[in-house]
């Protein structure tokens, strides 16, 4: 199973870029790589699925490299709201099978300043 | 429209007792999840279930059983609640090629 570590904390302020680096070097051929967002007391959400390369959406990017050891969620222009524990995880091609591979880390804790 | 909702949001009950905790999902999906999050906040999965086919845990005691009535639903039954119980509790769903899982709001269940 692959094991991911990220940043334990992160701090920055309203309208700056985050970018969130995970590293996964592990990974398997057929793994891919997610992140969800969880606020205190509510479930994790699914922000950002993605294989290789780039891939974005309405609230993030997602940026891996070509060797996959590692991604990076780019959240643009953050906001107070943002603040947020954001979890990096790497298990098998969606579907259920795979989901029982999915692990969940210790997570970033992001917060966002005034 | 809560994609996937589990009820109750909170429980609280006393070593010994069974109870269960209900998961729906108008998400169309042919998987669901019940995941547990301990005090330390790691999320680990329990089970999932799909089309009738149960993957379980093996570190998941058989005090805990889902029980899906049709597609939508996944509820969590829990016998001889222990102490060491006490977490939260989240159902998800997914749907293959969809991304997901996708998670419910959580029930924190406190046993006494």
């Known amino acids: 199973l692959a094991k991911t570590t990220q940043p334990v904390s992160m701090d920055s302020y309203e309208g700056q870029e985050v970018n969130i680096t995970c590293s996964h070097n592990?990974?398997?051929?057929?793994?891919?790589i997610t992140w969800y967002q969880q606020f205190p007391s509510q479930g994790p959400r699914f922000i950002i699925q993605?294989?290789?390369t780039k891939v974005t959406n309405e609230v993030a990017s997602l940026f891996i490299p070509a060797d996959r050891k590692s991604s990076t969620l780019s959240l643009p222009r953050v906001s107070l709201s943002d603040t947020a524990v954001y979890y990096c995880l790497v298990g098998g091609p969606p579907g259920y099978s795979s989901a029982s591979k999915i692990i969940f880390g210790s997570g970033t804790r992001l917060s966002i300043r005034p | 429209d809560t994609a996937v909702s589990q009820t109750p949001k909170y429980l609280v009950t006393q070593m010994g007792n069974d109870k269960s905790i209900k998961c729906e999902q108008n998400?169309?999906?042919?998987?669901m999840y019940w995941y547990k999050q301990d005090s330390k906040k790691f999320l680990k999965i329990m089970f999932s279930y799909n089309n009738k086919e149960l993957i379980i845990n093996e570190t998941v005691p058989n005090r805990f059983s889902p029980k899906s009535p049709d597609k939508a639903h996944l509820n969590l039954h829990i016998n001889s609640l222990e102490l060491g119980d006490s977490a939260v509790y989240f159902c998800?769903?997914?749907?293959?090629?969809?991304?997901?899982?996708?998670f419910g709001p959580g029930t924190r269940l406190t046993v006494t």
């Open positions: 998400l169309g999906h042919d998987t």
């Open positions: 993605g294989y290789k």
């Open positions: 592990n990974i398997a051929t057929n793994d891919y």
């Open positions: 998800a769903s997914s749907q293959g090629g969809s991304g997901g899982p996708y």
